[in-house]
């Protein structure tokens, strides 16, 4: 069975503080996504990875890095973490081709007080 | 940009057969049109692709129209395990120009 898996389901952090979130995939899949999910706003594309060491904006990049060493995984960074940066974070990957069928993390809930 | 919009939430009795459209009249040559499906708690699960005319698998159908201006996904005879957020996803190949709309919550009604 295909896996996607996140280091941790829900966080709490202060603000100013440094985050990394991290997302790992078992299918040797090209490209790997950070989403964020906010209530009313869907799924807005933080930045993807087509290629280890490669990466692209998505449509909210601001305030957010990625890294992405291995090919299995792709960490998101919150360089210095504010409250509206509070949501759900989700992680997916595909093939390179395929990009509209993507794997799903179980998300982690981000709280920043 | 092929921006996607979807109606917001919608209601159904058991049993019914339910039709949630996604409209994206940008969408363009190379682009296909996926569809998930998320449970609270949970990441969203792919269900369903098509490019154009219709598709169907075990779980729903997928209808898109020669002008690919719009998609509709069909769920036959829902379940209360139906309930969830549904969302579609238009994309092609790059993952420059993908683009989720922002879901449809369907609730199935006892």
């Known amino acids: 069975d295909v896996k996607v898996t996140q280091s941790s389901r829900y966080l709490v952090k202060r603000t100013g503080e440094k985050v990394f979130l991290e997302c790992v995939q078992d299918?040797?899949?090209?490209?790997m996504f950070w989403y964020r999910q906010d209530p009313g706003l869907g799924l807005r594309l933080i930045y993807f990875?087509?290629?280890?060491?490669?990466?692209e904006k998505g449509d909210i990049p601001e305030g957010y890095s990625v890294s992405r060493e291995k090919k299995e995984r792709f960490s998101l960074i919150l360089e210095s973490a504010s409250t509206n940066q509070t949501s759900m974070y989700l992680c997916?990957?595909?093939?390179?081709?395929?990009?509209?069928?993507?794997?799903f993390g179980p998300g982690t809930r981000l709280t920043v007080t | 940009l092929a921006k996607t919009t979807q109606p917001i939430s919608m209601d159904s009795y058991e049993g019914q057969e339910v039709n949630i459209t996604c409209s994206h009249n940008?969408?363009?040559?190379?682009?296909?049109i996926t569809w998930y499906q998320q449970f609270p708690s949970q990441g969203p699960r792919f269900i369903i692709q098509?490019?154009?005319t219709k598709v169907t698998n075990e779980v729903a159908s997928l209808f898109i129209p020669a002008d690919r201006k719009s998609s509709t996904l069909s769920l036959p005879r829902v379940s209360l395990s139906d309930t969830a957020v549904y969302y579609c996803?238009?994309?092609?190949?790059?993952?420059?120009?993908?683009?989720f709309g922002t879901g449809t919550r369907l609730t199935v009604i006892p």
């Open positions: 997916a990957s595909s093939t390179q081709v395929q990009v509209w069928e993507q794997y």
């Open positions: 299918m040797d899949h090209e490209n």
């Open positions: 990875s087509y290629d280890v060491k490669m990466k």
């Open positions: 940008n969408i363009a040559t190379n682009d296909y």
């Open positions: 098509g490019y154009k």
């Open positions: 996803l238009v994309a092609r190949t790059g993952a420059n120009n993908l683009f």
